[in-house]
């Protein structure tokens, strides 16, 4: 895991931009699909990010958390502190073996 570089988030904000449009920081539950299309591309353009996603709403967004996890993004449904503490672990976990690196542009 290295630190994502300045030029890997323009990259990921304007795939988000494109999908989505500017100015949005929250989803409905039917797009995220679209979501997992985005985080789809931006891996196999080589920016592999651990992402995490808190969904807030009706029962929709259980069916919304399934599809993100189609797309190997971890969603929780109704839960606010689980998901931050869910990509401390990732962090930690992978900087303790080493996996983490500063980026350098």
């Known amino acids: 895991m290295i630190a994502a570089s300045n030029s890997d988030r323009t990259e990921i904000r304007n795939l988000l ?3 989505f449009g500017e100015g949005r920081d929250a989803l409905t539950a039917p797009e995220s699909r679209l979501l997992g299309e985005v985080v789809q591309d931006a891996r196999q353009r080589g920016i592999d990010k651990p992402i995490v996603c808190s969904l807030a709403g009706d029962v929709e ?3 919304a958390c399934a599809g993100l996890n189609e797309f190997d993004i971890l969603a929780y449904p ?3 502190q689980k998901p931050i503490a869910v990509l401390d672990a990732k962090y930690r976990g992978a900087r303790g073996a080493g996996l983490v690196q500063m980026a350098q542009d």
Do not use: F
């Open 17 to 19: 931009h494109r999908a």
């Open 61 to 63: 967004v259980e069916q």
């Open 78 to 80: 109704y839960a606010t």
